[in-house]
């Protein structure tokens, strides 16, 4: 009691002196205040010496009122003296809102907006500037509003009293906030604030545990010259006092197990309840558990294993009355580990090495934290024959990938689990078949769209046959591999059986191509389609390189070097390859080859030889054509693409063979290319004077005079003379009647002598005598004998020609001759009957195609005898000229 009364006296004494300083203060302040008044007014008088400006009712007043002004002129400070060439001007701030001739002016004002507001009056004179009379300010503002939300606290139990709250809307006006403190036993507390933002006090002193019971009422009160509000609150010792945050915070966990674990910490010795909360250091959301009596300690036993967790505690004295105390500072600490839980999810890739050894890739994707329930030491890959299991392999790896060369032979299977240092995870168990083996097993109409600029839609129809076999679908993605490149680890995602569509946002980055695989997985077997596909793309940054360019078998092959994947900027659709001839203003040629990873060549088939060319390449995305890349000059050497020429040279071989083979056609030809034939380039005869035989036999001289000499006689023959038919004969001398016999104009009976067979030959063309058709049977003419002055006589076919004797042995070389075979004619065979009168002569014709060229009596396979032939009447004229 009597420390109770020495406290209460302390604390008057403490507020009796705190109040004479605040008095003391007070003082000094209304010194300050007066000597301020006392400048202005001594600064107004001197700016106010021409006049005054009054304000009524007041220079403050409030939102909405209106004020009115007035300026007027001191004795003789206006214009010359006299008042009507004063004219006074009242401005707000710059704006002129009032003017007035005279010594006075007076006027209202409304609708003053908030804040200070400056008036000034001017004083206009004739011929002169405006000069400044005096001036005034209005203030503008609203009483002060009701505050709100008044609570006070103290921290702990050495912490001080302060008291908040809400002071509402800005007044405007200087307003003065004063808040009071009154307690049992006539204990009054006070302190002021007058600053724009005074919405906080603090007493600066305690409540005292013995005080708990005691009521106490905090009031403040705002006062402007408008007006003034207050706001009143009546609390306990319990309801203002909030103990301290819980400190030295730690965590047990028993047995070195994660589910079961002990939270203690220190706290003030008065608080009855705490709160807890604790989450994973990654999550966002708290977990919250209320306690009573704590005592400082508190078990949890929902705890993740290997997790990171963060612990914060609150306090409270009552648990109907009064606060929490702020959260005390987060505990982070990591719970031990357990066995692994879940199983791994692995993938895998055969790759042919040679004819009887293969790769088999293993991969598989890290477990979560909360199945691997600890940091993985290690990872158990195992891979064996499933036939009888004749081979098993195993090994240990901290890697997520394991690969094997094995044999081609026989089916494989491999199992990989997750081990930590208490326990490893159950195995997973996969069979390696052909993942793209089962045709029927493959997606339809598969395609894949940007999504983003970090992420790919792939979609996809289920197999149109086998769709019910499938089990799920993995697609499979991993960024398109260029020749030299290192094989980029693939990235997969497990789809159920109804899905037609994925997302692809794992290690997916703009301007950069993936090869993405569809798998379709069914017992056993799979099918798979792939697609490239990009998140963003734009044109190429170049065009390909050309490497060489070489020639083999009349193509020209193209060889370019793959440019670097950062330069490709997406999915390369098409390789374009330009050509022209240089120097050449022409436009130039293309050939587009639709994209492959592995092609690096392609042949062109169009260029000449002989040529100099310039060609270059560029390269196609969907967003466009790159720029051309490096030029490149050729020249084709110069074989001829006998391809070619070979296709027209058989057709037309063909064609001509085809011609040919007609009889009729061919006898057409050849006459004509007889008829067209100069004269100078047709091989003669040799002259039969100059063999051997003629120097044995002189009488084939004499026998040419006397031809001669008949040629010059007279005769008359018809403009078409008739043809003479020759019969063939034997070597005796006996000729063949082998067809009808065409008498010529004259022909004689006796046999041996040559000149008289000339004479018969050359016989005008008149019908021959009777008997001339046995006669000429009976003669000896051998036709070598006959022919044997072509070279000086006229041509074969004349038929009125004379027809020298010749030797029997004269065998001529050169073309026209007749063959030497001539049999003996048949026995029995009588002579030929007499031909027709009115047998018109061939008539030849040098149209191919025209049908007044009639074909000679003999096939092919005959031999041509004089019997075929028949000489007109012009042979003669020819054989005359000649001789």
Same mark, same amino acid.
């Given at each position: 009691?009597?420390?109770?009364?020495?406290?209460?006296?302390?604390?008057?004494?403490?507020?009796?002196?705190?109040?004479?300083?605040?008095?003391?203060?007070?003082?000094?302040?209304?010194?300050?205040?007066?000597?301020?008044?006392?400048?202005?007014?001594?600064?107004?008088?001197?700016?106010?010496?021409?006049?005054?400006?009054?304000?009524?009712?007041?220079?403050?007043?409030?939102?909405?009122?209106?004020?009115?002004?007035?300026?007027?002129?001191?004795?003789?400070?206006?214009?010359?003296?006299?008042?009507?060439?004063?004219?006074?001007?009242?401005?707000?701030?710059?704006?002129?809102?009032?003017?007035?001739?005279?010594?006075?002016?007076?006027?209202?004002?409304?609708?003053?907006?908030?804040?200070?507001?400056?008036?000034?009056?001017?004083?206009?004179?004739?011929?002169?500037?405006?000069?400044?009379?005096?001036?005034?300010?209005?203030?503008?503002?609203?009483?002060?509003?009701?505050?709100?939300?008044?609570?006070?606290?103290?921290?702990?139990?050495?912490?001080? /009293?302060?008291? +908040?709250?809400? %002071? &509402? #809307?800005?007044?405007? !006006?200087?307003? *003065?906030?004063?808040? $009071?403190?009154?307690?049992?036993?006539?204990?009054?507390?006070?302190?002021?604030?007058?600053?724009?933002?005074?919405?906080?006090?603090?007493?600066?002193?305690?409540?005292?545990?013995?005080?708990?019971?005691?009521?106490?009422?905090?009031?403040?009160?705002?006062?402007?010259?408008?007006?003034?509000?207050?706001?009143?609150?009546?609390?306990?010792?319990?309801?203002?006092?909030?103990?301290?945050?819980?400190?030295?915070?730690?965590?047990?966990?028993?047995?070195?197990?994660?589910?079961?674990?002990?939270?203690?910490?220190?706290?003030?010795?008065?608080?009855?309840?705490?709160?807890?909360?604790?989450?994973?250091?990654?999550?966002?959301?708290?977990?919250? /558990?209320?306690? +009573?009596?704590? %005592? &400082? #300690?508190?078990?949890? !036993?929902?705890? *993740?294993?290997?997790? $990171?967790?963060?612990?914060?505690?609150?306090?409270?004295?009552?648990?109907?009355?009064?606060?929490?105390?702020?959260?005390?500072?987060?505990?982070?600490?990591?719970?031990?580990?357990?066995?692994?839980?879940?199983?791994?999810?692995?993938?895998?890739?055969?790759?042919?090495?040679?004819?009887?050894?293969?790769?088999?890739?293993?991969?598989?994707?890290?477990?979560?934290?909360?199945?691997?329930?600890?940091?993985?030491?290690?990872?158990?890959?195992?891979?064996?024959?499933?036939?009888?299991?004749?081979?098993?392999?195993?090994?240990?790896?901290?890697?997520?990938?394991?690969?094997?060369?094995?044999?081609?032979?026989?089916?494989?299977?491999?199992?990989?689990?997750?081990?930590?240092?208490?326990?490893?995870?159950?195995?997973?168990?996969?069979?390696?078949?052909?993942?793209?083996?089962?045709?029927?097993?493959?997606?339809?109409?598969?395609?894949?769209?940007?999504?983003?600029?970090?992420?790919?839609?792939?979609?996809?129809?289920?197999?149109?046959?086998?769709?019910?076999?499938?089990?799920?679908?993995?697609?499979?993605?991993?960024?398109?591999?260029?020749?030299?490149?290192?094989?980029?680890?693939?990235?997969?995602?497990?789809?159920?059986?109804?899905?037609?569509?994925?997302?692809?946002?794992?290690?997916?980055?703009?301007?950069?191509?993936?090869?993405?695989?569809?798998?379709?997985?069914?017992?056993?077997?799979?099918?798979?389609?792939?697609?490239?596909?990009?998140?963003?793309?734009?044109?190429?940054?170049?065009?390909?390189?050309?490497?060489?360019?070489?020639?083999?078998?009349?193509?020209?092959?193209?060889?370019?070097?793959?440019?670097?994947?950062?330069?490709?900027?997406?999915?390369?659709?098409?390789?374009?390859?330009?050509?022209?001839?240089?120097?050449?203003?022409?436009?130039?040629?293309?050939?587009?080859?639709?994209?492959?990873?592995?092609?690096?060549?392609?042949?062109?088939?169009?260029?000449?030889?002989?040529?100099?060319?310039?060609?270059?390449?560029?390269?196609?995305?969907?967003?466009?054509?790159?720029?051309?890349?490096?030029?490149?000059?050729?020249?084709?050497?110069?074989?001829?693409?006998?391809?070619?020429?070979?296709?027209?040279?058989?057709?037309?071989?063909?064609?001509?063979?085809?011609?040919?083979?007609?009889?009729?056609?061919?006898?057409?030809?050849?006459?004509?290319?007889?008829?067209?034939?100069?004269?100078?380039?047709?091989?003669?005869?040799?002259?039969?004077?100059?063999?051997?035989?003629?120097?044995?036999?002189?009488?084939?001289?004499?026998?040419?005079?006397?031809?001669?000499?008949?040629?010059?006689?007279?005769?008359?023959?018809?403009?078409?003379?008739?043809?003479?038919?020759?019969?063939?004969?034997?070597?005796?001398?006996?000729?063949?009647?082998?067809?009808?016999?065409?008498?010529?104009?004259?022909?004689?009976?006796?046999?041996?002598?040559?000149?008289?067979?000339?004479?018969?030959?050359?016989?005008?063309?008149?019908?021959?005598?009777?008997?001339?058709?046995?006669?000429?049977?009976?003669?000896?003419?051998?036709?070598?004998?006959?022919?044997?002055?072509?070279?000086?006589?006229?041509?074969?076919?004349?038929?009125?020609?004379?027809?020298?004797?010749?030797?029997?042995?004269?065998?001529?070389?050169?073309?026209?001759?007749?063959?030497?075979?001539?049999?003996?004619?048949?026995?029995?065979?009588?002579?030929?009957?007499?031909?027709?009168?009115?047998?018109?002569?061939?008539?030849?014709?040098?149209?191919?195609?025209?049908?007044?060229?009639?074909?000679?009596?003999?096939?092919?396979?005959?031999?041509?005898?004089?019997?075929?032939?028949?000489?007109?009447?012009?042979?003669?004229?020819?054989?005359?000229?000649?001789?």
């Amino acid at each position: 009691m009597h420390e109770f009364v020495f406290l209460f006296y302390k604390e008057e004494y403490t507020i009796i002196f705190q109040s004479r300083l605040f008095m003391a203060i007070r003082r000094c302040s209304l010194v300050l205040v007066f000597i301020t008044l006392w400048l202005s007014t001594k600064a107004k008088i001197d700016v106010c010496k021409r006049g005054d400006v009054t304000v009524k009712p007041s220079h403050v007043i409030s939102l909405g009122s209106a004020v009115n002004i007035s300026c007027s002129l001191k004795p003789k400070q206006g214009c010359w003296h006299y008042s009507s060439f004063n004219r006074l001007i009242l401005y707000e701030f710059n704006r002129t809102i009032s003017f007035h001739h005279g010594g006075s002016l007076s006027t209202q004002v409304t609708d003053l907006p908030l804040g200070t507001t400056l008036f000034v009056c001017k004083l206009a004179c004739i011929n002169s500037n405006e000069i400044r009379i005096c001036g005034a300010e209005i203030s503008v503002g609203v009483v002060p509003e009701q505050p709100q939300d008044l609570s006070c606290i103290q921290k702990g139990e050495h912490g001080t /009293v302060a008291c +908040t709250w809400d %002071r &509402g #809307r800005d007044t405007h !006006l200087y307003t *003065k906030y004063t808040l $009071e403190l009154n307690g049992p036993k006539t204990l009054s507390w006070q302190k002021q604030c007058s600053d724009q933002y005074c919405d906080h006090l603090d007493f600066g002193f305690n409540l005292t545990p013995d005080l708990r019971e005691s009521i106490f009422t905090a009031t403040v009160i705002a006062v402007n010259v408008l007006g003034n509000s207050s706001l009143e609150s009546v609390f306990t010792f319990l309801d203002i006092v909030r103990p301290l945050p819980p400190w030295d915070i730690r965590v047990t966990f028993l047995n070195a197990s994660s589910s079961r674990c002990t939270l203690q910490w220190r706290d003030e010795e008065w608080v009855l309840l705490n709160r807890l909360r604790y989450r994973p250091s990654r999550s966002r959301s708290w977990k919250m /558990v209320n306690v +009573t009596n704590a %005592r &400082g #300690r508190h078990d949890l !036993l929902d705890l *993740k294993p290997f997790t $990171e967790y963060e612990f914060q505690v609150s306090s409270k004295l009552h648990l109907h009355k009064g606060g929490w105390s702020d959260w005390s500072e987060s505990l982070k600490t990591q719970t031990p580990e357990e066995e692994p839980v879940g199983t791994l999810d692995v993938w895998y890739i055969k790759q042919h090495v040679d004819y009887n050894r293969q790769h088999i890739s293993l991969f598989w994707k890290n477990l979560s934290i909360s199945e691997a329930r600890g940091k993985i030491l290690h990872y158990r890959v195992t891979l064996w024959e499933m036939a009888g299991r004749k081979t098993t392999l195993q090994n240990l790896t901290r890697h997520t990938s394991w690969t094997w060369v094995v044999p081609r032979t026989g089916y494989w299977a491999a199992a990989v689990s997750a081990a930590n240092s208490k326990g490893s995870s159950l195995p997973t168990s996969i069979n390696i078949t052909d993942l793209c083996g089962a045709a029927l097993l493959a997606p339809r109409q598969v395609s894949a769209n940007p999504e983003g600029t970090d992420s790919i839609l792939v979609s996809w129809q289920p197999p149109e046959k086998a769709g019910s076999a499938v089990r799920e679908y993995v697609v499979e993605w991993r960024q398109l591999l260029l020749e030299g490149d290192a094989r980029p680890r693939p990235n997969w995602l497990r789809l159920p059986l109804h899905s037609v569509s994925a997302v692809l946002s794992e290690n997916i980055k703009p301007y950069v191509c993936y090869e993405i695989h569809v798998h379709a997985l069914s017992a056993g077997q799979g099918g798979c389609s792939s697609i490239l596909g990009n998140s963003k793309h734009k044109a190429p940054l170049r065009g390909p390189h050309i490497s060489d360019v070489t020639e083999d078998k009349g193509s020209v092959w193209i060889s370019w070097d793959h440019f670097p994947a950062q330069e490709q900027v997406g999915c390369i659709l098409h390789y374009r390859i330009y050509w022209k001839e240089q120097d050449s203003h022409s436009q130039a040629q293309l050939c587009e080859i639709p994209y492959r990873v592995s092609q690096n060549s392609h042949p062109i088939n169009s260029l000449k030889p002989r040529v100099t060319y310039v060609l270059w390449m560029t390269a196609l995305t969907a967003a466009g054509e790159s720029p051309p890349g490096s030029e490149r000059g050729f020249f084709l050497q110069g074989k001829a693409n006998w391809s070619v020429f070979v296709a027209p040279s058989i057709c037309t071989a063909v064609i001509i063979v085809g011609i040919f083979s007609m009889r009729h056609f061919r006898q057409k030809v050849c006459v004509l290319l007889s008829a067209l034939r100069p004269q100078w380039c047709r091989k003669e005869i040799p002259d039969p004077a100059n063999s051997t035989w003629a120097k044995k036999y002189p009488i084939v001289e004499e026998q040419a005079q006397l031809l001669v000499e008949r040629l010059q006689t007279p005769w008359s023959c018809p403009e078409e003379p008739e043809p003479l038919a020759i019969s063939e004969v034997s070597q005796q001398g006996t000729a063949i009647l082998g067809q009808p016999h065409r008498p010529t104009c004259s022909e004689s009976g006796q046999g041996h002598r040559s000149s008289e067979q000339d004479t018969a030959a050359l016989s005008a063309c008149s019908p021959p005598p009777p008997g001339t058709l046995l006669a000429e049977k009976r003669q000896a003419v051998d036709l070598y004998k006959v022919l044997g002055i072509r070279g000086q006589g006229p041509m074969l076919g004349s038929p009125a020609s004379p027809l020298p004797v010749l030797p029997v042995d004269y065998l001529p070389t050169q073309e026209g001759y007749l063959s030497s075979n001539i049999d003996d004619p048949p026995p029995g065979r009588g002579p030929p009957p007499e031909p027709a009168e009115d047998l018109a002569p061939l008539h030849v014709s040098f149209s191919v195609f025209s049908n007044s060229l009639h074909p000679l009596p003999f096939s092919c396979g005959e031999k041509l005898t004089l019997a075929h032939l028949k000489m007109g009447c012009d042979a003669s004229r020819a054989l005359s000229g000649e001789t």
